[in-house]
């Protein structure tokens, strides 16, 4: 089986400028979520979705938005690019939202902003 | 705020030795708490998870010791192996949180053989 998959694996954006990245889960997951990865750091949480619904999101300013769609990818979005947003994101799946689900994790996307 | 603390940044091991990550954490609420290895240019991989209940967890080389009320958890590597060197987190999540892991910085390990 496939795992969670991600795309695009690398990209290079320039300052100001918008980014898309895509999420498809596990089979048979419904819920997503989105990590950000600093280099040398641990990742720190974005947002949640189960079901198509937010169901919790991080301390991130409003120009990162996401959304999951009915066959249960999902996509991040992040706006106004900034030098700082440079990072890998991390998307993350499981079957449900209690805590002790198992979260699988994609490889990531490499977002460079230059 | 960091909520959840982790020592130490990096550490060497000879092959065959033991490997001992140290985290802390401040929310009492936590009640899952995994860790993770992360392989350059791959996504974190869980390892093995804990719940407060219990003092500890092994699986295979892997062990996990908890101390509530120190709020404290570590992860020993036993027989440690080149093929272990590795960026491993610990993690942190409560029930009312969902999924939502709050992770620690990371511990740098490298077996060397």
């Known amino acids: 089986d496939a795992g969670v998959t991600q795309s695009p694996t690398h990209l290079i954006k320039t300052r100001g400028q918008q980014v898309t990245l895509r999420c498809s889960p596990i089979s048979g997951h419904k819920s997503v979520s989105w990590y950000q990865q600093v280099l040398g750091q641990g990742p720190q949480f974005i947002f949640q979705y189960y079901e198509k619904e937010e169901r919790g999101r991080g301390n991130f300013p409003d120009r990162f938005s996401a959304r999951q769609f009915p066959n249960y990818s999902s996509e991040l979005n992040v706006n106004a690019l900034l030098l700082g947003d440079s990072a890998l994101y991390l998307c993350?799946?499981?079957?449900?939202?209690?805590?002790?689900?198992?979260?699988?994790f994609g490889e990531g996307s490499w977002l460079t902003v230059v | 705020q960091q909520q959840v603390k982790q020592s130490p940044q990096s550490l060497i091991v000879q092959k065959g030795g033991i490997s001992i990550i140290n985290c802390a954490y401040e929310n009492t609420a936590f009640d899952y708490f995994p860790w993770y290895q992360q392989f350059p240019g791959k996504g974190p991989a869980l390892l093995i998870a804990?719940?407060?209940?219990?003092s500890e967890k092994k699986e295979g080389r892997f062990t996990i010791s908890f101390n509530k009320s120190a709020k404290q958890f570590s992860l020993h590597i036993m027989d440690s192996q080149p093929g272990d060197s590795a960026t491993y987190f610990c993690a942190a999540s409560f029930k009312a949180a969902g999924n939502k892991l709050t992770f620690g910085g990371g511990t740098r390990v490298l077996v060397k053989p």
């Open positions: 804990i719940r407060p209940d219990v």
């Open positions: 993350a799946s499981s079957s449900g939202q209690a805590t002790g689900n198992t979260i699988y």
